[in-house]
């Protein structure tokens, strides 16, 4: 009976702590505030998706809130004067997206209701419904709907709202819609915005910008017909073929703030696990296109690549599956992040020196950080997402499959990889942001760049600069230690510009407001020069001197015998230059001719700075930021001087040409 | 007249003339300095007396390449430098030039050149054809120069028919053909068939130039052979001749052809094996390049001296048999 008993309350311990460790594992990772249980069919033919949300939404501000906010993205394909439009003529006037009938989209909103309380009649505030145009006033713009609650909504109260819609997708565009029988699902729902810092943060959609919302928990059935396969945010937790030429799938996903997914009869599917030492494992999905069958193992590895390298510097990947999908040719959905899912983007023979599919999967699939557990928000700081993970996909790049080579496609078919020029990926984006840098800033709202191509530049390539810059300059291990605390610190919230500087200056104990104020919230260009280098023997002493009370004329001959017996001493200058206006403590690095070199660091405020060296040898070479950190440095040819510059290149890549032009000539001769 | 023959007893015609390959390379070198000069001031202004000199000694610098790029963005052909014109890239680019038409974007600077280039060489082609038809078959400048004139009116009027030609591809089957590659491949399933669309545009479209360059050899050849005034007519002749000796014609042209490819292989296996670190391996540079050039011109030569030969010898066949009959 004891036995028995100690048995009993043996195992009653072992289930509670089992128990308990179960409820510990399951803590939810993020806040929770919006989330959706949906039910929803794809009609292939008519290419609508239909169906209803129940949002469960927890007012997690400090005030009552009688007015509710939500995306309808859909709406900016719905004619030619939506914002999306009006800004795609406006920041690329060349590139206005079609809008035939049946290529367009829109979103109904067919009924909102609160749900209340079991057997209470739910509330339709369906009539309230209201456009509106938070950004620009655009009255033709529907990608914003406002609508009035009955009884304002207490702090941390939750609501449950059942929205019935409908959606008509376009044809491929801005990463959404279908292309003959492939579906690509994005911004699909109606989709509450967010309310914080006190307000409602619900923009538009514009055509340079991604998006912003806030986590939850995503339980959706999707209905599709038998034939097709599918890919959807989330773990597939059942499949039921109804009977009827449809089949059911039930798509989940905790701490998640969107969900997408794709459907085609055509995908390819492919399953691995990603296994780690100390990360944990993450079942890889790949859906291939079958013409793309030859990309399998590359999209798989480069998948894994980001899996690891990104776990291993910043955190842990924590969902347990990711899918890849290899977006169907021209669907306007390649090169797409989403949670737990990604679009890549191949082209057939492409060889892997060309890093494609490789660098857009692992940039997109590196979004599961930036944009993934980080909520960035898109609409406002886009750098935040875009220049982090270009920053880091380039440094996975580098790490997995080395520098990336000058490529050409001839005749747009082959292309040939010239091997002995490589270049480490992230100059590419130097090359890109050199003519912009002074057109905006970097942390702008993203509608409000000039154009497209600086919200571009300024989102990702400045913002992988920037990045690198600030790597350099702090050393690695202390900016791994910065990006990985800010990551851990804000993973599954909202930060903001100001919270990514506050973790540096906390972490490295630096004022680094210097940094960021010029480099992020303004647009001057950083430039260091070496000015001028000058070495010759010091000079002799000439002329009149008084010396111990008398006044005699020295020729310099004298001191030239002394010389003789002497070794010589050179008098060498170097003076280095800030040519632009940004501000940055840069070192020097003076190297003598005896092999003797010094280094100086140079606080960079004044316009110039000489440096002056009395020294038994002749000055040979100055150079600025000798160990190349600057990477925002738009020109790094005039960061040097030598005392004996080579003139070989200049023969070497002259013949080159000229060699090119002879052939070029001789084979024009064709027409004579 | 087989190929063979026609090839052997053009090469040997060609290999006679050393002189005529190297004043036609020395023209080559001459024209091509005209910009490689401003070229070079470019890159010497470029790295200027900066390290960069160093490290493009030892190898190359992509920050450089494109700060050397930005700051002559507005220079025009200064901006067609670049690294994947060097090695095989030259053979690719300037085929690629050729057979889509991309050299009309090059600016103003490369096509005058090329242009006075190609007027040149209208001059050369008379004086080329005209030594190989004589009898001592022996270059002389002035012989050169007085078959160059002799042609030249008839050679350039030939030049602007083909020409007419020549810009009806370029003009009209090149934006046709990519428009209609565009709207077969925008709504294909992949990729994949506006790549095999275009590439059956390519070898359509160089089979198509070739094709017109064939006949514009033969008719300056019957020209040169028959002394003949109307180029219409001799355009008329060599088309008949062409196309009723189709095998034999095309046979040539293609085997002359591939002698082209196999001594570009050579160039582009041999040239990245020199490293170009010093002075010398610059001039051994140099030295390969302009051997392969003079092996271009030897091409060139071939073709009409192995041309002419099968021309000429069909002609006599076609005598005897009419004789006989």
Redesign the interface.
């Known amino acids: 009976m004891g036995r028995k008993v100690i048995v009993g309350f043996i195992t009653f311990l072992l289930v509670s702590v089992g128990a308990f460790s179960c409820l510990l594992a399951q803590e939810p990772l993020s806040k929770r505030i919006a989330n959706y249980t949906m039910d929803v069919r794809l009609d292939p033919e008519k290419k609508v998706v239909s169906g209803s949300e129940v949002l469960t939404w927890l007012n997690d501000s400090e005030v009552e809130l009688s007015e509710l906010y939500f995306h309808l993205y859909l709406n900016a394909f719905k004619n030619n004067m939506t914002t999306f439009i009006a800004d795609a003529r406006r920041v690329y006037p060349g590139r206005i997206p079609r809008l035939k009938k049946e290529e367009l989209s829109y979103i109904d909103v067919e009924s909102i209701k609160i749900i209340g309380e079991e057997g209470v009649e739910p509330i339709d505030i369906t009539p309230t419904i209201e456009y509106v145009q938070p950004d620009d006033g655009n009255p033709y713009d529907q990608t914003v709907m406002k609508v009035t609650l009955p009884q304002p909504l207490p702090p941390q109260q939750t609501i449950k709202l059942d929205i019935s819609f409908t959606a008509k997708l376009p044809l491929g565009m801005a990463r959404t819609g279908f292309r003959?029988d492939y579906f690509f699902v994005a911004q699909w729902f109606p989709k509450i915005g967010v309310f914080y810092e006190g307000a409602w943060n619900c923009h538009q959609y514009h055509y340079t910008s991604e998006f912003f919302a806030d986590y939850g928990v995503y339980d959706v059935n999707l209905t599709v017909p038998s034939n097709f396969i599918l890919g959807a945010t989330g773990v597939c937790r059942s499949k039921k073929d109804n009977g009827d030429g449809t089949t059911i799938y039930n798509h989940y996903q905790e701490d998640v703030h969107d969900f997408t997914w794709t459907a085609s009869p055509h995908y390819l599917v492919y399953e691995d696990t990603f296994t780690h030492e100390y990360l944990p494992e993450v079942k890889v999905i790949l859906l291939l296109?079958p013409?793309?069958k030859m990309f399998k193992d590359r999209y798989i590895e480069a998948t894994k690549h980001a899996l690891r390298y990104y776990g291993e510097w910043y955190g842990a990947y924590p969902y347990p599956q990711i899918t890849c999908v290899d977006p169907?040719?021209?669907s306007g959905s390649g090169g797409m992040e989403y949670p737990t899912l990604f679009t890549g983007g191949a082209?057939?023979?492409t060889p892997i020196e060309l890093r494609s599919p490789e660098g857009v999967t692992i940039h997109e699939c590196g979004h599961s950080w930036w944009y993934g557990m980080i909520g960035s928000n898109e609409f406002e700081d886009a750098w935040m997402d875009e220049g982090f993970n270009s920053y880091s996909d380039d440094r996975v790049l580098e790490k997995a499959y080395g520098p990336n080579y000058?490529?050409?496609r001839?005749?747009?078919?082959?292309s040939?990889v010239?091997k002995?020029?490589?270049?480490?990926p992230t100059?590419g984006s130097?090359?890109a942001y050199?003519?912009y840098a002074k057109l905006d800033d970097m942390s702008r709202l993203t509608w409000e760049f000039m154009d497209g191509t600086s919200y571009h530049i300024n989102s990702y390539s400045k913002g992988a600069i920037t990045m690198w810059t600030l790597e350099n300059y702090l050393g690695p291990e202390l900016s791994a230690k910065v990006f990985k605390t800010y990551f851990q610190r804000w993973k599954f919230r909202h930060p903001r510009p100001q919270d990514f500087i506050d973790v540096v200056e906390e972490v490295t104990g630096q004022d680094m407001s210097w940094f960021f104020d010029q480099i992020v919230f303004g647009s001057n260009e950083l430039d260091y020069a070496?000015e001028r280098i000058s070495s010759s023997p010091v000079a002799k002493r000439q002329g009149y001197f008084d010396e111990e009370g008398e006044r005699a004329f020295i020729t310099g001959e004298e001191e030239g015998e002394k010389e003789e017996k002497e070794e010589v001493i050179y008098e060498s200058h170097v003076i280095v230059r800030r040519q632009g206006e940004v501000v940055f403590p840069v070192e020097v690095l003076v190297t003598f001719e005896n092999g003797e070199q010094e280094k100086k660091v140079w606080d960079g405020e004044y316009r110039w700075v000489r440096y002056t060296f009395n020294k038994p040898t002749r000055l040979q070479?100055a150079?600025v930021d000798p160990d190349h950190k600057i990477f925002l440095d738009i020109?790094?040819?005039?960061?040097?001087?030598?005392?004996n510059?080579?003139?070989?290149?200049?023969?070497?890549?002259?013949?080159?040409?000229?060699?090119?032009?002879?052939?070029?000539?001789?084979?024009?001769?064709?027409?004579? | 007249m087989g190929i063979f023959k026609a090839l052997r007893t053009g090469i040997k015609r060609v290999n006679k003339n050393k002189k005529m390959w190297f004043f036609l390379l020395v023209v080559n070198i001459l024209v091509a300095l005209v910009l490689t000069f401003p070229l070079y001031s470019a890159l010497k202004t470029s790295i200027g007396d900066s390290l960069m000199g160093e490290r493009l000694t030892k190898g190359f610098d992509y920050r450089w390449y494109d700060e050397f790029k930005y700051k002559f963005r507005d220079t025009g052909f200064i901006t067609l430098w670049s690294p994947t014109i060097v090695g095989s890239g030259t053979f690719f680019s300037n085929v690629e030039s050729l057979a889509t038409g991309r050299f009309f974007q090059f600016g103003p600077t490369i096509l005058v050149l090329m242009a006075v280039y190609v007027l040149l060489n209208i001059l050369f082609a008379g004086g080329i054809l005209g030594i190989f038809h004589s009898p001592e078959e022996k270059f002389t400048i002035k012989g050169f120069f007085s078959f160059g004139g002799t042609y030249f009116n008839r050679f350039f009027r030939l030049f602007i028919m083909s020409g007419i030609l020549y810009g009806i591809l370029y003009f009209l089957a090149v934006p046709y053909f990519s428009g209609l590659i565009n709207r077969i491949g925008g709504t294909a399933a992949s990729e994949r068939v506006a790549m095999v669309l275009g590439l059956i545009f390519g070898v359509v479209m160089f089979f198509l130039l070739f094709l017109v360059n064939m006949i514009f050899d033969y008719a300056k050849i019957r020209t040169v052979v028959g002394n003949g005034k109307s180029m219409l007519k001799e355009t008329g002749k060599a088309i008949g001749f062409v196309f009723k000796n189709f095998g034999k014609t095309m046979g040539l042209y293609y085997f002359i052809g591939v002698l082209g490819i196999v001594f570009m292989v050579i160039y582009g296996v041999v040239e990245p094996q020199i490293s170009q670190v010093t002075p010398l391996l610059v001039l051994l540079a140099f030295v390969w390049q302009q051997v392969y050039m003079l092996a271009r011109i030897w091409v060139r030569l071939t073709f009409f001296s192995s041309q002419l030969n099968l021309f000429m010898g069909l002609q006599k066949e076609k005598k005897v048999s009419e004789t006989a009959a």
Do not use: G
Not at chain 1, 410 to 414: G, M, R, V, Y
Not at chain 1, 635 to 643: D, E, L
């Open positions: 003959d296109q013409y793309h169907a040719y021209r082209y057939w023979l000058f490529s050409r001839f005749l747009q078919i082959f040939i010239f002995r020029f490589s270049y480490k100059w130097i090359s050199r003519p070496i070479s150079e020109n790094y040819t005039n960061n040097s001087k030598t005392m510059p080579r003139k070989l290149p200049a023969y070497k890549w002259a013949f080159r040409w000229m060699f090119w032009l002879q052939h070029f000539l001789e084979t024009f001769t064709f027409f004579s």
